[in-house]
């Protein structure tokens, strides 16, 4: 049974950074490319940006370009995501995604940046 639990968000003031984590068990890992979208309450969800099987080649969305780093560990079956330099805008609740099939979702984690 596929499983995706993302944890690490919080409060956060503006500036500051976090680091959200994906945890995967019950597929290859290793095998996907595995994305991370967030979405704000009465708006579409959005890709924030994706990482390629092997962590080789990463994707980003022109809004968090710069500021948002993703990563993964094969090893630990684990996706990352750096933030830095939030922005108010950032506020979401952040989701991770298996990239195949139909795609898999996490249940998502909270991320607020308030002053």
Known sequence: Q???VESGGGLVRPGGSLRLSCAATGFGFSLYRMSWYRQVPGKERELVGGIS???STTNYA???????????DNA???MYLQMNNLK???TAVY???????MGYWGKGTLVTVSS
Do not use: H, M, P
Request: net charge positive.
């Open 53 to 55: 099987s092997a962590g």
């Open 2 to 4: 596929v499983q995706l």
């Open 76 to 78: 630990k079956k684990t």
């Open 62 to 72: 022109n809004s968090v370009k710069g500021r948002f780093t993703i990563s993964r």
């Open 88 to 90: 108010r805008e950032d």
């Open 95 to 101: 989701y991770c995604k298996a990239e195949f099939d």
